[in-house]
């Protein structure tokens, strides 16, 4: 099958890339574009571990085109910290909260919770766990990525964050 | 997993789009949203040759006013039904509907056309639609035609809509000022098709059931209409006995597959459970 051209900023870069158009979204960024941040988790749109920011939406780049975000501008986990290494707040508050115990989610649940974030600066903890629903920890450790989401909604409001009692 | 090969087009307009499913035949099928029809290719259960991706026609988009009615563009997402505050104010149960189909991420991609139109019994906005009385435009070669919700599906991935047709928009009659509303959806987990969920609009004239409009998801091979169970409602107080009896009219149409979800029984009798659910809340949502 011919290739198409293809053209996106991820991560505030501009990639031209040629792609078959069947290549999913998730298997661009890892393999041509060695993004091995965002996991093919459970291959089926539904754990979320390949979640990437798409034009300001959430989205499971396992069931995406890549064809279909061209011209779309992407951020992954990769494109979280700033250029010198300092580390997204949220990326700050999941290590501060021990929001991660394998790890293998984190890179969509950050992204999620980046988008949810902005666009709820300050969410409930339902809000939270509905913005979240989207994205399986099988550690099942979703106290403290909750926490860890409230922890960085506080830092980015400015006010000092106030565990809820247990 | 990787889909079969195929060759990818993106039309502007929704008469190219009508144009090229018409020429490239059957190995053709139109891409909305995709998370239905990606996971299937991906499976390889559907391995279209071409892929006509509607998300470059710009007429699919947006939702407007015509007179009485809303239409909603084929290609509006969840995410935007969610967000749009002439649905919350008209017809609220999109929205309360919405907020159960799949989750966040699918929401922003998945769309309306999509979730209508592909026949999937396990879809949501189906019998939601039979519920609202909508109205489906289809637009195919030899032009522009308009199929009631009601008339639409016909078995599992079977629908009305010939080959080479597209759904363009939703036309959606806004339910009387003041009518209640209830989108019950009974699931396993978040992202789950519904065991059984009921769509119930209501209105309520001096304490008696004026008007009344139910739809029931995933308990058939299609949505279904419970034309039977609206007819017991009407004119009551919605009193136990009658909702009981328009609750084993609406179950008596029920024919679920027994699966993952529990044995047909069970579905029926949740479908049940769910009506009964969703005729209490929107009573309580309904003005006098």
Redesign the interface.
Known sequence: ??K?QVSMIVNGKKVEELV???T?LI?FLREQLHLTGPHIGC????C?AC?VDLDG????SC???T??ANGADIRTIEGMAAADGTLHVLQDAFREMHGLQCGFCTPGMIT?AYR?LEENKNPTEDEIR?????NLCRCTGYQNIVKAIQYAAAKISGVPFQEAAE | ????????H?PTSVKEAVGLLGSLGEDARA?AG??SL??M??LRLASPAH?I?L?GVADLKGIREDGRDVVIGAMTTQ?ELIESDLLAKKIPILRETSLLI?????R??GTIGGNVANGDPGNDMPAVMMCLNAMYHAVGKSGERRIAARDFYQGAYFTALEPGEIVTAIRVPAPAAGHGYAYEKLKRK??DYATAAAAVLLTMSGGKVAGCSIGLTNVAETPLWAEEAEKILVGSTLDAATVKKAVTAAEAITSPASDGRGPAAYRTKMAGVMLTRALGRAKERAGA
Request: hydrophobic share 40%.
């Open positions: 099958m011919a198409s078959e158009p069947r999913l298997h291959d089926t749109s539904h979320g979640t939406k959430s989205v499971k069931t995406v085109f064809v279909q999620r949810l509905v913005g979240i629903s989207g | 997993m990787i889909p079969g090969p195929f060759a990818y993106r891409l995709g998370h990606i996971p290719m991906k892929l991706d998300a995410h799949a989750d966040p991420q699918v922003y991609v978040v992202g």
